[in-house]
C-alpha cells in the first residue's frame, strides 16, 4: 500500500488524505490507479446494500483511513459503484471518496425491556469541506427502539457517533435474528451515502408454560367418565413450544384420555385440550374422592395442575325373598311345595343367589329346583321348594316352621320364613280277604290265591307289605306285587303263589299256609290250604327228527331230539345224553336238560360231529341218544352218514414275468415282477422262486421267498436281477430263467436283460482338449524363468527377475544367445512386432491349434499341436538354460507341460475302442 508523505512535517498519511493529520497541511493528490492500485472505501455508497444473512461471528467494516489517535485501523471495503448525485456532472471519484464509517459491533442481541444496546459508528469525513452526518437505522421494524446520531466533522478528521437500539417492555418479539441496515447521510450533500448491514438477534425469552384445568372438581356417577378441558398458554415466552400432556393419580387406578395430547404453541399463543377420565366404580353408596395431577411438558420444562375427581355410587337396594304360600298345609301326605320369589326390581346389578333351607328340629328334607339362579337387575325370578317330613301319627297334626335363606356374593343372607303343617286323618281297620281259602293242583308243583285288601273306610292312602309261612317251610311264596299302595276308597289285589314239592305218585299232601299283611300297624294274618294230589304218570316218549343225519363234505350234522309228555300227568326234567359204538362222535345239546310240564313236548337241538372220509368217499355210523327223566333211562337210535366230494383235477402252476424284457441303460440293474397263477390248481401250494443264465453272471433277488396260495388264487413276487455292466457305448443281451417250485414240480419262465452303456470318451475328449490348451495359455502368462538377470538394452524393454512366455520375445532371445553367436540379431522386426513374435505367443498358438483339433474326428490335429508344443518347450528350455542369468525353470513350464500331456490324452480319446 502506498503512502501520502507530508511535505511539511514528514507526517505518514493514509492513501486518500487531502490533509495531514498532524500539521493540516495540504497533501498533492495521487492517482491511486497509475499506482497500480485501487482506492478503498467503507461500506456501499449512494446505494442500499444487497440482504445479507446474519454472520455467525461479529465483524468490522473498515474505513480507508482513521486519525492517528482514533482507534484501530480498518481495513478496505471493497469499491461499489459511484454514487447518485444531483449534479450529473460531479466528480464520482471524489464522491466515492469524500465518507467512510467503521460499524462496531455488526450483530447486537437486544432483549425485550432490557437495557438498551449501542452500536458505535465511526465517521471519517475525507472532503474538503466541513460536514454534518445523520447516523440512522433504515425502515426499523415496529417493535424496534432505535436512536439518531448526528456528527459533524471538520474535513479529513472522524468522530465517534453511538446509536441504541432497544425493545420496549411488554413487547412480545419473536425470538430470532433480524438483517437490518444502518445508514450514514451526509446533510450538505443527501446524495452521498453509506450502509452497513446491522444483525439484531432476539434471544429467547424462558418462561414457564400456563397450565389451567376447568373445572378444577368433576363429579361423575357409578363408572361413567369426568371430562374437564386443560388449556396451555404459551403467553410469557417468544418461542414456540409443542407441550405433550398427560396424567397421574396417587393410586394409580385412573385412566387419562388427552384429545389431542400434543399442543403445538407460537409465541403469545394458548390452545385447549379435552381430557377424559375414567375410574373403578365405588362400593354402592359411597363416594370415592381421587386427586388428579395433569402435566403439561415441553421437554425441557414442565407444569402441573391439580383437579379432583369425585365418583358417586348409587345405593343397591337389597334382594328380597318372599314365600308363596307362607302357610303350606298337607293331609295324609308326607311333602308339600313353596314357591319362592327372589325380587330384584329395585337393584341395580346381576345377583347370583344360591337358595337352601333348614327347621329348628331338622327334620324337613329341603329340595330347590334349581339351586342357583342369576337375578336380572329389574326382575323377579321364581324357584320351586319342595319340603318332606315323616307325616303324623293317624289323626293327629303336626306344625313345623322352616326357613329358605338365600346366599348372593357381596351381600348378607336373606332369610323367609313359611309354616308347614302336616295332618293325618283318622286309621280305619284294615281288611284283607283271601280267595280262595283252600286251592288243591293235580300233578302241579303250585297253586294260586287271591289277596283282597279293602281301603274303603280309610281316609289315607296305605302301603301294604305281603307276608307268607307254612309250619314245615317248604312252601315258597311268591307275591304280585310284594308291597302295594292302596289309596282311599279303593280295594287293592295281590296274587299269591305258592310253591312246594309234590307227592309221591298216586299220593296227596295238605299243607296249611299264613298269609299277613301289615301297613306298619299290627298285621292282619289269614289262613289257607293248598292242597297237592300225584298221579300215576306215563314215561317220556323220545324220538330223533331226522333219525337219518346225511351231510356232504361237512363234518357236522345236526337233528332235533322230541321228547313227548303229553301222556305224563307230572313234569318231567329230561336229560339229554350221546354215544356211538366207535367213540369217534361227539354230541352237543341245546338246552342239555328239558323241563318239560305235563301235556308238553320238549325240544333239544342236537348237534354231532365226526372226522369226514377221505374225498369221494362215504362213511355210515350209528348212535343212540339216552333220555333220563330220573327214573328211567330212554334210548333213540340214529344214523350219521357222511359223504365227500372228489377232489377236482390239479393243473400245474403257471408262471410268468411282466416284463419278461428287462432294458436298463447306464445300470447293471433292473427289475420285474414274476406272477404264479394256481388258479387251475386243486390244492393248497407253497411256491419258492430261484433263477438261472446260461453265462451265470446274473444275479437273482426275490421278495418274499416264497408264496402261499390257495386253490384259484394268484400271486406276485419282485424279482431284482444284476449284472455287469457292458463296456462303452456297447450293449448285451442276457437270456435268463425264472423257476417256481411247489415241492412236487418245477415251472420255468424266460426273460432277457438287455443293458446299454453309454460311450463316455467323446465327452472326456472334449474336457481334456480344452483344459490342456487353458492349461497351456495359462503357463504362457506364468513365469518359465525366475531369478533372472537379463538387460536387454537398446532391443527393447528391461526384464524382471520373472520372464513369462510373452516376454521371452525377440529382443530377449538375442540378448540371451548371444553366448553362442555374439551381437548377431536373428530377425529384426518393428518393435510394435516384438511382443507377438515370443515364445510364448507361439504355445498359445499352438493351444489354439489343439483345441480346434475338435473339429476333426480323430483327434490327430490335438495329438500333434500338444507334442510340437511339448518339443518345442523342451528345445527352449534347453537353449535357455545354457544362456547365463537366466536363472532357473519357473511354474508356467510346469503348467505349460501339464497342459500339452493333458491335451494329448484328449486327442488320444478320438480314437475308437480297441485302436
Not at 465517534?160 to 420496549?168: C, D
Not at 387251475?680 to 421267498?705: K, L, M, N
Not at 520375445?809 to 553367436?821: E, H, Q, W
Not at 516384438?834 to 507361439?842: E, I, K, R, Y
Request: with cysteine; glycine share 10%.
Amino acid at each position: 500500500m502506498n503512502e501520502n508523505i507530508c511535505e511539511q512535517c514528514g507526517q505518514r498519511n493514509e492513501p486518500g488524505v487531502q490533509f495531514c493529520v498532524n500539521c493540516q497541511a495540504f497533501l498533492p493528490w495521487y492517482d491511486q490507479e497509475d499506482e497500480g492500485s485501487a482506492t478503498p472505501s467503507a461500506g456501499t455508497v449512494g446505494a442500499e446494500p444487497a440482504p445479507v444473512t446474519a454472520p455467525t461471528t461479529p465483524a468490522t467494516s473498515a474505513t480507508s483511513a482513521t486519525s492517528a489517535g482514533d482507534g484501530p485501523a480498518s481495513s478496505a471495503v471493497p469499491a461499489v459503484p459511484a454514487p447518485v448525485t444531483s449534479d450529473p456532472g460531479a466528480d464520482t471519484s471524489e464522491a466515492r471518496s469524500s465518507l467512510q464509517i467503521t460499524v462496531e459491533p455488526t450483530a447486537v442481541t437486544v432483549t425485550p425491556g432490557g437495557d438498551p444496546e449501542s452500536v458505535e459508528v465511526r465517521v471519517h469525513n475525507l472532503s474538503p469541506i466541513v460536514d454534518a452526518y445523520v447516523v440512522e437505522i433504515v425502515e426499523p421494524p415496529g417493535w424496534l427502539t432505535a436512536s439518531t446520531a448526528e456528527v459533524r466533522l471538520l474535513p479529513t478528521t472522524n468522530d465517534l457517533a453511538r446509536v441504541t437500539l432497544s425493545i420496549a417492555g411488554g413487547a412480545l418479539v419473536p425470538a430470532g435474528a433480524v438483517d437490518l441496515v444502518l445508514r450514514v447521510r451526509s446533510q450538505a450533500h443527501p446524495e452521498i451515502w453509506v450502509s452497513e448491514p446491522l444483525q439484531v438477534t432476539v434471544p429467547a425469552i424462558e418462561a414457564p408454560i400456563g397450565l389451567r384445568l376447568d373445572p378444577s372438581m368433576v363429579r361423575a356417577k357409578d363408572s361413567e367418565p369426568g371430562r374437564l378441558q386443560a388449556t396451555v398458554d404459551n403467553k410469557g415466552s417468544n418461542k414456540s413450544r409443542r407441550v405433550t400432556l398427560s396424567g397421574r393419580d396417587p393410586e394409580g387406578v385412573v385412566r387419562f384420555t388427552f384429545s389431542p395430547s400434543v399442543l403445538d404453541l407460537e409465541p403469545g399463543q394458548s390452545a385447549n385440550a379435552q381430557v377424559q377420565v375414567q375410574a373403578p366404580k365405588p362400593e354402592a353408596g359411597q363416594q370415592a374422592t381421587r386427586q388428579l395431577t395433569i402435566v403439561a411438558s415441553d421437554g425441557s420444562s414442565e407444569v402441573e395442575a391439580t383437579a379432583t375427581f369425585v365418583q358417586v355410587a348409587a345405593a343397591d337396594t337389597p334382594l328380597a325373598l318372599r314365600l308363596e304360600p307362607s302357610l303350606l298345609r298337607v293331609r295324609d301326605s308326607d311333602r308339600g311345595t313353596l314357591e319362592a320369589v327372589l325380587d330384584n326390581r329395585r337393584g341395580t346389578r346381576t345377583r347370583r343367589v344360591f337358595l337352601s333351607g333348614r327347621d329348628p328340629e331338622g327334620v324337613v328334607t329341603f329340595t330347590v329346583s334349581p339351586p342357583s339362579v342369576d337375578v336380572f337387575a329389574g326382575e323377579a325370578v321364581t324357584a320351586r321348594v319342595r319340603l318332606a317330613a315323616a307325616p303324623p301319627e293317624a289323626g293327629k297334626e303336626v306344625t313345623r316352621t322352616v326357613t329358605v335363606v338365600a346366599t348372593s356374593d357381596g351381600s348378607a343372607d336373606i332369610e323367609a320364613t313359611a309354616t308347614f303343617v302336616q295332618a293325618t286323618s283318622a286309621v280305619a281297620p284294615l281288611m284283607v280277604q283271601l280267595d280262595p281259602i283252600v286251592v288243591r293242583v293235580r300233578d302241579s308243583v303250585s297253586g294260586t290265591f287271591d289277596l283282597i285288601i279293602d281301603n274303603r273306610g280309610g281316609r289315607r292312602g296305605r302301603r301294604v307289605a305281603l307276608a307268607g309261612r307254612d309250619p314245615e317251610r317248604l312252601v315258597r311264596f311268591t307275591f304280585t306285587p310284594p308291597s302295594l299302595d292302596v289309596l282311599p276308597d279303593t280295594i287293592g289285589r295281590a296274587r299269591v303263589v305258592v310253591q312246594a314239592p309234590p307227592p309221591d305218585a298216586g299220593q296227596e299232601s295238605t299243607r296249611q299256609l299264613t298269609i299277613s299283611a301289615t301297613d306298619g300297624g299290627v298285621p292282619v294274618e289269614l289262613t289257607g290250604t293248598f292242597v297237592q294230589t300225584t298221579s300215576v304218570s306215563a314215561p317220556v316218549v323220545v324220538k330223533l327228527e331226522p333219525s337219518l343225519v346225511r351231510v356232504r363234505d361237512s363234518p357236522v350234522g345236526q337233528f332235533q331230539v322230541i321228547a313227548d309228555n303229553r301222556q305224563g300227568i307230572r313234569g318231567r326234567r329230561v336229560t339229554l345224553a350221546g354215544s356211538d359204538p366207535e367213540r369217534a362222535v361227539g354230541f352237543s345239546f341245546w338246552p342239555p336238560v328239558l323241563e318239560i310240564g305235563p301235556g308238553e313236548i320238549g325240544r333239544a337241538t342236537a348237534r354231532i360231529e365226526a372226522h369226514p372220509p377221505e374225498p369221494g368217499a362215504e362213511s355210515t355210523r350209528q348212535f343212540v341218544v339216552t333220555a333220563s327223566d330220573g327214573e328211567r333211562d330212554i334210548d333213540t337210535s340214529g344214523t350219521f352218514v357222511q359223504t365227500t366230494t372228489p377232489p377236482p383235477p390239479d393243473q400245474p402252476l403257471v408262471l410268468r414275468l411282466d416284463p419278461s424284457l428287462v432294458r436298463v441303460r447306464n445300470r447293471g440293474a433292473g427289475a420285474l415282477t414274476a406272477v404264479a397263477d394256481n388258479r387251475g390248481g386243486g390244492r393248497p401250494r407253497r411256491v419258492y422262486f430261484a433263477g438261472h443264465d446260461p453265462e451265470r453272471v446274473i444275479r437273482f433277488g426275490f421278495s418274499p421267498e416264497f408264496l402261499d396260495l390257495a386253490p384259484g388264487q394268484v400271486g406276485s413276487v419282485q424279482a431284482r436281477i444284476s449284472a455287469p455292466r457292458p463296456d462303452g457305448g456297447a450293449e448285451s443281451t442276457r437270456p435268463f430263467t425264472v423257476v417256481a417250485s411247489d415241492g412236487e414240480r418245477d415251472t420255468e419262465a424266460s426273460g432277457s436283460f438287455v443293458q446299454e452303456q453309454s460311450d463316455r470318451r467323446p465327452l472326456w475328449r472334449i474336457l481334456l482338449t480344452l483344459l490342456g490348451g487353458l492349461m497351456m495359455i495359462g503357463g504362457v502368462f506364468t513365469a518359465w524363468n525366475v531369478g533372472a538377470n537379463i538387460q536387454i538394452g537398446e532391443f527393447g524393454a528391461p526384464l524382471g527377475d520373472e520372464i513369462s512366455g510373452l516376454e521371452w520375445n525377440l529382443p530377449a532371445i538375442d540378448v540371451a544367445s548371444d553366448t553362442f553367436i555374439d551381437r548377431q540379431l536373428f530377425l529384426n522386426v518393428p518393435d510394435s512386432l516384438d511382443p507377438l513374435l515370443s515364445a510364448g505367443s507361439l504355445i498359445i498358438l499352438l493351444a489354439v491349434i489343439a483345441m480346434l483339433g475338435l473339429t476333426g474326428p480323430k483327434g490327430r490335429l490335438t495329438r500333434l499341436a500338444a507334442l510340437v508344443a511339448a518339443v518345442f518347450m523342451a528345445a527352449f528350455l534347453i537353449g535357455v538354460s545354457l544362456a547365463p542369468n537366466t536363472g532357473h525353470i519357473g511354474p508356467g513350464v510346469i503348467l505349460v507341460f501339464a497342459g500339452c500331456a493333458v491335451a494329448f490324452v484328449g486327442g488320444l480319446l478320438a480314437k475308437p475302442r480297441g485302436s
